[in-house]
């Protein structure tokens, strides 16, 4: 059997040098306890838009830029922090649409989108003990989204409706004292509803 299709070598198939603290206290899965630390404390708030809340959700977010690259610089990539890093992605993605989709048709449409995606990413890793891009197998929609390691169109709008949109309807409602789900424009429902799209076809798709 080939390995897995690796595009950024977050987890790696090779031999790892050997290191003197055990795979747990390695500095990029100490980034990525912090991360799950902080995206607690913000669900932990009673208020989800409070100022607290959209800091700590903001740290656990930046983190999740240096977990992967610390890893890669220091040779310790491992199955262990690659899912720890994805499963903290997709509770983060479930917890923003969650706290930020309107009551309305479209809000709750997302909402149901939002819980089918991330309930198919937690099965997925739990079956197959890697991420979706790191399958050697892929079709047009995987590959569109997953081009240039997400950095394109279709990647753009799958982020905007799981993480961007939502944090800036928090960001929002926290200046302006106003309830997360009522916070929207028509360019921010339109934003959503084809960033749902992708989000629903990469659920799809990934089985395929």
Same mark, same amino acid.
């Given at each position: 059997?080939?390995?897995?299709?690796?595009?950024?070598?977050?987890?790696? !198939?090779?031999?790892?040098?050997? #290191?003197?603290?055990?795979?747990?206290?390695?500095?990029?899965?100490?980034?990525?306890?912090?991360?799950?630390?902080?995206?607690?404390?913000?669900?932990? +708030?009673?208020?989800? %838009?409070?100022?607290?809340?959209?800091?700590?959700?903001?740290?656990?977010?930046?983190?999740?830029?240096?977990?992967?690259?610390?890893?890669? #610089?220091?040779?310790?990539?491992?199955?262990?922090?690659?899912?720890?890093?994805?499963?903290?992605?997709?509770?983060?993605?479930?917890?923003?649409?969650?706290?930020?989709?309107? !009551?309305?048709?479209?809000?709750?449409?997302?909402?149901?989108?939002?819980?089918?995606?991330?309930?198919?990413?937690?099965?997925?890793?739990?079956?197959?003990?890697?991420?979706?891009?790191?399958?050697?197998?892929?079709?047009?929609?995987?590959?569109?989204?997953?081009?240039?390691?997400?950095?394109?169109?279709?990647?753009?709008?799958?982020?905007?409706?799981?993480?961007?949109?939502?944090?800036?309807?928090?960001?929002?409602?926290?200046?302006?004292?106003?309830?997360?789900? +009522?916070?929207?424009?028509?360019?921010?429902?339109?934003?959503?509803?084809?960033?749902?799209?992708?989000?629903?076809?990469? %659920?799809?798709?990934?089985?395929?």
């Amino acid at each position: 059997m080939r390995a897995p299709r690796d595009p950024d070598n977050r987890m790696t !198939t090779t031999a790892q040098p050997k #290191h003197k603290l055990p795979l747990l206290l390695w500095p990029p899965n100490l980034l990525g306890y912090v991360r799950v630390l902080t995206l607690i404390a913000a669900m932990g +708030e009673a208020d989800s %838009s409070s100022s607290y809340a959209v800091w700590m959700l903001t740290i656990s977010l930046v983190l999740d830029y240096f977990d992967g690259p610390c890893a890669r #610089h220091l040779g310790m990539c491992s199955q262990f922090g690659d899912l720890l890093d994805h499963y903290t992605d997709h509770v983060t993605m479930m917890w923003l649409v969650w706290v930020t989709a309107g !009551t309305g048709i479209g809000g709750q449409t997302n909402l149901a989108i939002s819980a089918i995606h991330n309930g198919v990413a937690f099965v997925y890793m739990a079956l197959r003990g890697h991420y979706f891009k790191h399958s050697e197998r892929g079709n047009l929609v995987t590959r569109t989204i997953e081009a240039n390691n997400y950095w394109n169109f279709a990647s753009m709008l799958y982020c905007a409706n799981c993480i961007l949109l939502p944090l800036l309807k928090l960001s929002f409602a926290s200046t302006y004292s106003m309830q997360p789900r +009522e916070v929207s424009t028509p360019l921010v429902d339109l934003a959503d509803a084809l960033g749902a799209g992708v989000t629903l076809s990469y %659920s799809l798709a990934v089985w395929l």
